[in-house]
T-cell receptor, first 111, second 113 residues
Framework: KNEVEQSPQNLTAQEGEFITINCSYS?????LHWLQQHPGGGIVSLFM???GKKKHGRLIATINIQEKHSSLHITASHPRDSAVYIC?????????????FGKGTKLSVKP | DVKVTQSSRYLVKRTGEKVFLECVQD?????MFWYRQDPGLGLRLIYF???????EKGDIPEGYSVSREKKERFSLILESASTNQTSMYLC????????????FGPGTRLTVL
């Protein structure tokens, strides 16, 4: 069983729709990361959070530590949001600085 | 602006060749990482380093070695490239406490023929 599970694996949306991507994990964590990877490879760190909620522009990330669950929301989605979104956790018991990655959610936003 | 750079975006090598992938960061970060990314498998850690001359194996170190002689530079070495090492290789760095998240390089797509 994967320690970090994301859903859905693939998501197609129309421009303007509200989007939610989910991440569940099974280990104790010190922090959870949301990353964005555009076609071509480069990865950008969107959020790092250990409790509550963070917002940046149209992106919102929430985490529920008790339920071991996080969500990434995109409001008023746009075709430029099309990318792979990756959830990763810093494992308490893991090696210093290491992350456990989910397999990613591929988002395609149609105009 | 923080920056992690990798020496090549695309690389084609032949089986048995020795391959060097270079990564440089300009943020004075202590931690540096090498990952490979394959379809359906996601990102997997090869090696990481938390200080100059220090290294630790990740999940898939076989067939790879690393070198960190200077704080800003972390090299990944494929001693004898094989076709199953065809992949996207991503370097990343973070401060010691990992408090700012992870900064990734643009990636190197390596093809071994």
């Amino acid at each position: 069983k994967n320690e970090v599970e994301q859903s859905p694996q693939n998501l197609t949306a129309q421009e303007g729709e509200f989007i939610t991507i989910n991440c569940s994990y099974s280990v104790g964590i010190s922090a959870l990361h949301w990353l964005q990877q555009h076609p071509g490879g480069g990865i950008v760190s969107l959020f790092m959070l250990s409790s509550g909620k963070k917002k940046h522009g149209r992106l919102i990330a929430t985490i529920n530590i008790q339920e071991k669950h996080s969500s990434l929301h995109i409001t008023a989605s746009h075709p430029r949001d099309s990318a792979v979104y990756i959830c990763a956790v810093s494992d308490y018991g893991g090696s210093q600085g290491n992350l456990i990655f989910g397999k990613g959610t591929k988002l395609s936003v149609k105009p | 602006d923080v920056k992690v750079t990798q020496s090549s975006r695309y690389l084609v090598k032949r089986t048995g060749e020795k391959v060097f992938l270079e990564c440089v960061q300009d943020m004075d970060h202590e931690n540096m990482f090498w990952y490979r990314q394959d379809p359906g498998l996601g990102l997997r850690l090869i090696y990481f380093s938390y200080d100059v001359k220090m290294k630790e194996k990740g999940d898939i170190p076989e067939g790879y070695s690393v070198s960190r002689e200077k704080k800003e530079r972390f090299s990944l070495i494929l001693e004898s490239a094989s076709t199953n090492q065809t992949s996207m290789y991503l370097c990343a760095s973070s401060p010691y406490t990992d408090s700012e998240g992870r900064y990734f390089g643009p990636g190197t797509r390596l093809t071994v023929l």
